[in-house]
């Protein structure tokens, strides 16, 4: 069985980082997520609104760095829970919990990927490294030879 989630949207409002009584990091945030049509009668595109929950050191790290508004990636996955309320009613709860969470924004450019946050220990931050650009144009171009002749032995192909 397979119980996956994988959602990019935008945060709703500021993340709310709380801890239980055992000391371990909690944040819930909403996500908006729009959905993949319009509305027929105004045009206008409708998104849902998902719970997220995050725990221990996820929890901390989206609870600094995730903003209102901010583009995010969750992964997870879904899970029901219920409680009696106040009145003695039953209230079913369906939420994501997230392993993973990827800042797809800095909080000053508004387009590119800034960081990701894991739920593994071992997980870094940030990109390092110029992925996208700079150097000569022989090292963009992988086809700057093109039109002259290759040298590879028939023995090095794969068929």
Partial sequence: MLNRVILIGRLTREPELR???AGVAVTQ??????????NSQSKEREAD?????????????????LRKGRLTAVEGRIQVRNYDNNEGKRVYV?????????????????????????????????????????????????FI????????????LPF
């Fill in 29 to 38: 945030f909403t996500l908006a997520v729009d959905r993949p049509f319009t």
């Fill in 94 to 142: 369906t939420e994501i919990v997230a392993d993973n969470v990827r800042f797809l924004e800095s909080s000053n450019s508004g387009n590119r990927e800034e960081g990701t946050g894991s739920s593994n220990s071992n997980a870094g931050y940030g990109g390092g490294g110029d992925r996208h650009g700079g150097g000569t144009r022989e090292q963009q171009d992988p």
């Fill in 49 to 65: 609104f998902i719970n997220i929950v995050t725990w221990r050191q996820l929890a901390e790290t989206c609870a600094n760095y």
């Fill in 145 to 156: 030879d093109d039109g002259k002749p290759i040298d590879i032995s028939d023995d090095d």
């Fill in 19 to 21: 801890y239980t009584p």
